[in-house]
């Protein structure tokens, strides 16, 4: 007898915010037009608080507004602004973590060499060289730094950017809509 997969079928969050007007998504300060008006903090902080409690790897993000205030021409500018910003951070934290790691990786394999490097003239001259033994006091530390340093950049500088980059992830796949109230 032939064994049934189950489809894999995405699951879908949803994340509500009631909004009194399309300016509540944007910065106070920002006199800019829509399009290229910076978001606004307390939304960007409430929307990560509200999508990490989101488990689907698909959200629908949607903006409850009165039915007299809706202007979907600003709707589609805002959609766009939506999807460019959490798109350009996405990209930009998703490098950042790579960089965090190559550094981390390049720290620690460097450590490494020079931790063998002071340990051969330590066996090579046994002390019997001025130069050498300079050099291996000067290599021990500098081997151990880099090598701890290379490893808490690409174990602990990385996953502070994880949290972040899991955000912008998922709202750079999110589907964003207006809804009348």
Do not use: C
């Not at 969050?13 to 037009?33: L, P, T, V």
């Not at 808490?152 to 955000?167: E, G, M, P, T, W």
């Amino acid at each position: 007898m032939e064994e049934v997969k189950p489809l894999h079928i995405e699951e879908t969050s949803e994340i509500k915010f009631a909004i009194s007007g399309y300016d509540d998504i944007f910065s106070d300060f920002d006199a800019r037009h829509m399009s290229e008006r910076g978001l606004s903090e307390d939304f960007l902080s409430e929307a990560k608080r509200a999508s990490a409690v989101k488990e689907g790897e698909k959200i629908n993000f949607i903006f409850l507004i009165s039915k007299n205030k809706r202007d979907l021409k600003k709707e589609t500018i805002i959609k766009n602004r939506l999807d460019g910003h959490f798109r350009k951070h996405f990209g930009l934290l998703k490098n950042e973590k790579r960089g965090a790691i190559k550094q981390g990786v390049f720290f620690t394999m460097l450590g490494a060499i020079l931790m063998f490097l002071a340990t051969f003239l330590f066996f090579k001259f046994k002390n019997e060289s001025l130069l050498a033994s300079f050099l291996t006091i000067l290599l021990e530390p500098a081997s151990w730094f880099l090598f701890w340093e290379g490893l808490a950049h690409a174990v602990f500088d990385s996953r502070k950017i994880s949290s972040n980059l899991l955000f912008y992830q998922k709202m750079s796949k999110a589907s964003i809509k207006f809804i009348s109230v």
